[in-house]
């Protein structure tokens, strides 16, 4: 039993069965044996090593021969491993004393030795432990065999143990039976909180070895909300937290039940309460919970997902895809927004000095029309199937706008040459998330047909600040004064050419800032699924007086403490439970 | 493709005398037509269609440049030609600002692929500012088929 | 009963049995800048192993510590530095060509440097 701290990063309580991913996702498929399988186990178990010492024989003759005897020795070590009586015997041990399969126990054990050697102060010894995960790794591939677990094709309901994950991990899971994760590293704003408050699953991150403390098969609780996580808990913690778990589910179900209920103040103002999407498949949760239609599409991980550009049909199979879940409601598609993440720089020639400020997104693809085009195509196909807007991302020239338009409208003219059939009069946006298109979103709110604020990337280059950099991640604060004031200029530019504006940001979702931003005249608001309940609900339980009353008290105010401050009182005195 | 696949240098007018848009495109249509890229009497149907392109929506692009196309039956194969205004037009371009370098293509009808590729292959050397800079400071035919082979092999 | 040499050998009869066990000794200490790492270790284990009496190691210092001597895990956990007392015993037939066979490898920096 092990109790480990974190970030908690996303809601909520699971106790479930862990798989643990290495760099190959070799997952471990079960755990216990009845006793008097212990001695066929223990077989297993010597069969492989007799295996490995011999692959690894050969393979260290052949290395020798082909390139030396020098690197031919780096072998010696895994091979003085798996004579090593003692570590053998402490796999067998485990077996028969636990009842586990051979290779739980191999894991257990080999992961023991190398959180022993980690934390030896000896950056030497610690080098070895990446040798012990090939031992492990070597005979876990030998007792498992080919017949592996993938994360896309899980039976049960487990929940994710990795050092980090990649938006190719999360993209390829099964959505269904991923319950929770818990990484090694990461802070609140990295990929895999993203994922799992999107996907409404409780994590942990940032918890230095979880990965070397948990083998697979091991019951865990991940209490999200604490930042919490127990391995192999003993009955009183389970029964603790399986009644946290009960407390947040009813919870969440009370929410749910208003999903149907029309996002409307008392004294009648009505406001559109959207989602925000990864995926066609996050639109049934969108709905479920009371959303009334998807105000962002990140088309981002048609791109992640997969080892090569989508085509243009597998853009529009997507977009399709969600149209058809939708019956109808409107989605918002934004075109391809990457290339500041490291995931792109990595596989870039000539990796950028600052892809934050770089070629990336809008300015990506107007450098590679084709590109481009492959997705506006898809998009304006798509806009026959429902109601369909495309927007544009970090926008911060007018001359961009008119560029990206540009293409648009060519995409416009080449299907008409074709004979397809699209929506002309599609409502096209964009982004207000530089700096530059906030300030003169008057003369940009002329060319476009609705605004949404980015708030996430607004306040990043407003207050200069990398919100995934954990030393200064503390200054990123929507309710910073320069901020409000850049939000409520673009909402009134809006309103004065006549154009709808949302705020498609996590501050749109974060029930702090509701009042201020219905007071503010925010008509729509776009977030995460499971933020919808909470902010309906504060929308139905105040009137916009009130809430215009709030917004002039809070943009008198100088600092973001006051602000927030001011904000949790006044939200409190309407729901008091909800902080 | 390269841009000398569609690019007829003969037609390359490197000084134009036209300082209104219809004017400049019609002296280009004119000179692919001397040049025996189109026939004689497709020019003013061809010069009627990229007017009323234009009129649509700006090929203007904006940093100088415009891209008046079109797609045309009596075009029996793609051609292209380059022309440069010391002056500056108003072309309506998006950033309201002069255009001083025009790329005409006309392709046939029925040739989708070979129109896109060709535009691409414009755009591409156009979103190049070395390039924009050196087109417009070539005076003479010569100084613009070279610019153009240069970015044919560089790329 | 015979008496050999080396340092501190003494003969137990085992009364169930009628093997007569060795126990042999030895004390050094590691003289290799880079310490007892993998390599090392590994040399270690393979010429305890040519022996056939048990091996331990003692390690001296601030954190005291012992470690089976044919195990080449135990022996680099050990994480013995420069300069790090080892007493090193073995126990059977061979115990003390054992210990002096190994002593010899620690005292020749294990053929480094």
Known sequence: MEIKKGIGVSPGVVISTAVVLDAEDLLIPRRSVPPEQAPAEIERLSAAITQANEDLGKLRDRVTAEVGKEIGAIFDFHIGVLRDQSVIKQIRNEISSNSVTAEYATSVVMRKYANTLLQLNDKYLSDRVKDVYDIEKRLLRLLIGQKHEDLLHLSRDVVVIAHDLLPSQTAALNRQHVKGFATDVGGRTSHTAIVARAMGIPAVVGLGNITSEVSGGDTVIIDGARGVVIVNPDREQLEEHQEAGRKFDLMETELRQDAPLPAQTRDGHQVSLLANIEFPEDIDDSLLFGGEGIGLYRTEFLYLASEHEPSEEEHYSAYADALRRLEGRPLVIRTLDLGADKYTQEKAQNPERNPFLGDRSIRMCLHDIPMFKRQLRAIMRASTLGDVRVMFPMICTLLELRQAKMVLNDVMEELEDEGINFRRDIPVGMMVEVPSAALMAGQFAKEVNFFSIGTNDLIQYTLAVDRTNEKVAGLFCPAHPSVLALVRDVIRAGRRNGISVSICGEMAGDPLYTLLLLGLELNIFSMNAPDLPEVKKIIRSTTMEHARLVARRVMSFESERQVMHFLREETRKIIPEVF | MKLKDFIVREAVVPVLEAGDRDGAIRELVTSLAKAGAIGNDAVEPILAALIKREQTGSTGFGKGVAVPHVKHASVKQMVGTVGRSVGGIDFAALDHQPVYSIFLLLSPENQPQQHLQAMNIVFTNLQDDMFRKFLRQSETREAIVELLDEADQGK | ?113
Request: aromatic share 4%; net charge negative; proline share 3%.
């Open chain 3, 1 to 113: 009963m015979c008496r050999g040499a080396g340092e501190a050998q003494n003969e137990v009869r085992d009364s169930f049995s009628l093997n007569i066990m060795s126990r042999a000794s030895r004390e050094t200490s590691i003289r290799n800048t880079l310490g007892l790492h993998a390599r090392p270790a590994m040399q270690f284990v393979d010429v305890a192993n040519q022996f056939s009496s048990r091996v331990t190691v003692y390690k001296g210092g601030d954190e005291p510590a012992e470690a089976d001597g044919k195990s080449v895990m135990q022996m680099i956990i050990l994480a013995a530095t420069e300069g790090t007392p080892l007493k090193i015993e073995a126990e059977g037939e061979d115990a003390q060509q054992a210990v002096d066979k190994l002593a010899e490898l620690v005292e020749d920096k294990f053929g480094e440097e």
